[in-house]
Every structure is written in structure tokens, then in C-alpha cells.
């Protein structure tokens, strides 16, 4: 027989029959091509499923560790212009889920120079580079820091400070919805703050429920009364507070000065933030930074 005839020859119950009474050679019958491709794969695939069950199941028993996942928050956007900027981003609702805490915020201060746009440039496209990586190593590592979160009661007075907070508390929420940091100068605001008092405010759109005021990380060092103006954390807008090598403060030319420097550009990150529970040490875990609109810090220098 030749390898072009080596197909196996399938007989019929009809044709066995005649062969077993002697009924001469009988015309050999062949499946059909579609009936022995049909055969050939599912017999492949019961194969498969045979091998790759127990694998599957030694894979689960062997208790591989699980890799948390949040996604970044949506759609920034600038409400006025740079130097009265509220910035806004959207929750995202696929953050649904008991791991997840809410939002932290990230900034760096640039000079409004031709030098200052230039690194503005050059970070984004660092922390922006692909592939994207989670976390916060990017933007540490190109100089910006984690803004203070300052807490408030409705009537004003300073919850109790805790920096390992998260500082948008959301929680697990299924629906989208707007946040806004309000950069607006001191005197633009109504009522309108000094500006050792005038913080970055987090509000909640949907709810209109203010969360949480940002400050300046200008040291690593504990602080006795965060709120303070003069020894706690300082506003963005008390430049009698910044000074060259602060935690924050890499170049001296940011400081602000009557003949030179009045203002400063700010750049923020939002970054979800989970706690990951999946080996008992409940450490943080996080999305990917989204860059928020750039805005302008202005100093009355003359006060």
C-alpha cells in the first residue's frame, strides 16, 4: 500500500456482514474528510484536558502568588486658566473592589523658564515612558514627593493627622464620578484665605463634600502640629516658608524672590491606592500615575 493509501479503511456493519458470509472483496469504505479531521481533534482536545486538569489543579494547590491590580483614575481636566486652575480627574469605577482606599496626590515644583519647561518635558516623558510601570518609583525618582493631607470637621477644626492615610478616602465605589483640586490663588477664593492658611482643597463634585486640604512635604521629619503656619506643614502659596534644601526645594533658584521668581509651575500625579491582603502584611499597593493639568503657583511678594 502507498503512503498515499495509508488512510485506516473503516468498513460499514453492512459490509462487514457480506465479508463474514463470503460475499467476495468489498469496495473499502473511508470516513469522510470532515468526520476524520472531526474525530482526530476532539480526540486532541480530550487529551489535552486530560493533561492539562491535574497541572491546573497543581498550579492552584501549590497556592502561586496573586498579582494586585487597580486602574489609574480618568479624564483630567482644568477648569479656568493655569494661574486660577481647578483640576479635576475621574474616579475610576472598575476600582470597585474591598481592596481599594481611594487617591494620593503627587507634585513637583518647576521655575516658569524656558530651563523649568524643558524639565517639565523631560519628566514627563520619563514617568510616561513605556511599558507603564505602577507605583510611585518613577515619580520619586524624578523628584516629586507626596503632598500632607490635613483633615478637617465641618466646622473646620483638624481631625486627627494620620500620614499613612490615603488622601482622597473613598473606599470601594461602582459608579464614576468628578474630583477637584482647587489651585485658585488665596484672593480669588470666597472666603478668601491668607496664604499660610490657603490649602490645595479636595472636593467631591457629585456629593460636594470637601475631603481633605493638601500641604507641602517639605521635610521628612515628623511634624508636633501639622496645621500650624508657622511650624507645621506649610500651603503652597506661604512662600515666607520656602527655602532652599527643603525636602521639596531641589533648585534655590524656586525660591521666590521680589526681583526674580514670583511664581512657580506645579505638576500632580493621582495615583490609585489599595492595601494588599493577599499575604497578611496589608501593604500598599498601586495604579499607575495619571498626570493631572499643569497650574501656576503666584507669590504676593510685596506682603
Request: overall charge negative; aromatic content about 10%.
Amino acid at each position: 500500500m502507498s503512503r498515499k493509501d495509508s488512510t485506516p479503511v473503516i468498513l460499514s456493519r453492512r459490509q462487514r456482514k457480506r465479508r463474514s458470509r463470503g460475499g467476495g472483496v468489498v469496495p473499502p469504505f473511508k470516513a469522510p474528510a470532515r468526520r476524520r479531521v472531526a474525530r482526530y481533534f476532539f480526540g486532541s482536545v480530550a487529551r489535552t484536558a486530560l493533561w492539562a486538569t491535574p497541572l491546573t489543579f497543581l498550579l492552584t494547590a501549590c497556592g502561586l502568588p496573586s498579582v494586585p491590580f487597580l486602574w489609574p483614575p480618568e479624564n483630567p481636566g482644568l477648569e479656568g486658566v493655569a494661574n486660577q486652575a481647578i483640576l479635576t480627574f475621574q474616579h475610576n469605577p472598575n476600582n470597585d473592589i474591598d481592596d481599594f482606599l481611594g487617591y494620593d496626590i503627587w507634585y513637583k515644583f518647576y521655575l516658569t523658564t524656558s530651563a523649568g519647561e524643558d524639565l517639565v518635558r523631560s519628566d514627563e516623558s520619563a514617568i510616561d515612558a513605556t511599558p507603564r510601570s505602577p507605583g510611585t518609583g518613577r515619580l520619586a525618582q524624578r523628584g516629586f514627593r507626596r503632598a500632607v493631607a490635613l483633615y478637617r470637621n465641618p466646622d473646620g477644626s483638624l481631625v486627627s493627622y494620620d500620614d499613612r492615610r490615603v488622601h482622597i478616602d473613598l473606599g470601594p465605589i461602582g459608579n464614576r464620578f468628578t474630583l477637584e483640586l482647587d489651585l485658585r490663588q488665596p484672593f480669588q477664593r470666597d472666603p478668601d484665605p491668607a496664604p499660610e492658611d490657603a490649602e490645595i482643597v479636595v472636593t467631591r463634585v457629585d456629593t460636594e463634600t470637601v475631603i481633605s486640604g493638601l500641604r507641602r512635604r517639605h521635610t521628612t521629619t515628623s511634624i508636633t502640629d501639622p496645621g500650624s503656619a508657622d511650624d507645621g506643614y506649610p500651603t503652597f502659596w506661604n512662600q515666607n516658608r520656602i527655602e532652599t534644601g527643603q525636602h521639596d526645594i531641589y533648585n534655590s533658584d524656586l525660591v521666590p524672590t521680589e526681583s526674580d521668581t514670583n511664581e512657580l509651575k506645579i505638576v500632580l500625579y493621582a495615583l490609585a491606592v489599595g492595601i494588599d491582603r493577599t499575604d497578611g502584611t496589608f501593604r500598599p499597593f498601586y495604579s499607575e500615575p495619571l498626570r493631572l493639568e499643569e497650574a501656576i503657583i503666584e507669590f504676593d511678594i510685596g506682603s
